[in-house]
């Protein structure tokens, strides 16, 4: 069975450029979680999608944003990018239906320069 | 506010040398409770959930514990390849896919 996917692994951007994440939840989840993760604040939780809909959002400005398709996958957007923004994205997939366990992706690198 | 605090920050330990990382969590209700293992460069990896207080699993050297504040994470004859950040995190009941995580406690077991 295949795990969370992310692409792409790296990725190098310029302060001010907009840049676009993607995930692949495991086959049959229907919910997809980002979080951030830095040395400094550890994982903190961006937004979560279920059935294309946006279930809970985290402490995060507006130039945060994501999307869910209908086939699950989902994309996460940062517009105008800050240095402070240069983190690990990790993704997570949950089947969605009561108490159940987040499996995460291998996270994509962004470096803001 | 919802929080997760984990201790130590650093632990090292000789092969063989069993020891106990320690997660303290505040919550307004425990929906579950996870601890995950992170290696360098990569996500983290799922080890166990728990639920109520009094619950336990185990797996290989690792076992998890849960009381109404607090869960150990017991690691018994540790291996060098035991070596990672292992990470507690809880959920809160009435959220959402939201995971509260703890900074995480590196281990680094030495042969």
């Known amino acids: 069975k295949a795990g969370v996917t992310q692409t792409p692994r790296y990725l190098i951007k310029t302060r001010g450029q907009q840049v676009t994440l993607s995930c692949s939840p495991i086959?049959?989840?229907?919910?997809v979680s980002w979080y951030q993760q830095t040395p400094g604040q550890g994982l903190q939780f961006l937004f979560e999608?279920?059935?294309?809909?946006?279930?809970n959002k985290g402490n995060f400005p507006g130039r945060f944003s994501g999307r869910q398709f209908s086939n699950s996958r989902s994309e996460m957007n940062v517009s105008t990018l800050e240095l402070g923004d240069s983190a690990l994205y990790l993704c997570?997939?949950?089947?969605?239906?009561?108490?159940?366990?987040?499996?995460f992706g291998q996270g994509t690198r962004l470096t803001v320069v | 506010e919802d929080q997760v605090t984990q201790s130590p920050e650093a632990l090292r330990l000789q092969e063989g040398e069993s020891s106990s990382l320690n997660c303290s969590y505040t919550?307004?209700?425990?929906?579950?409770l996870f601890w995950y293992r992170q290696d360098p460069g990569k996500g983290p990896e799922f080890l166990f959930t728990l639920y109520s207080a009094g619950e336990e699993k185990e797996k290989e050297r690792l076992k998890a514990t849960l009381t109404k504040k607090e869960s150990f994470l017991h690691i018994t004859a540790p291996k060098p390849e035991d070596s990672a950040t292992y990470l507690c995190?809880?959920?809160?009941?009435?959220?959402?896919?939201?995971?509260?995580f703890g900074k995480g406690t590196k281990l680094s077991v030495k042969p």
């Open positions: 086959s049959g989840h229907r919910s």
């Open positions: 995190a809880v959920q809160a009941v009435g959220s959402q896919g939201n995971l509260i």
């Open positions: 997570a997939s949950r089947s969605g239906q009561g108490n159940t366990e987040a499996f």
């Open positions: 919550v307004s209700g425990l929906r579950g």
């Open positions: 999608y279920f059935s294309e809909t946006q279930r």
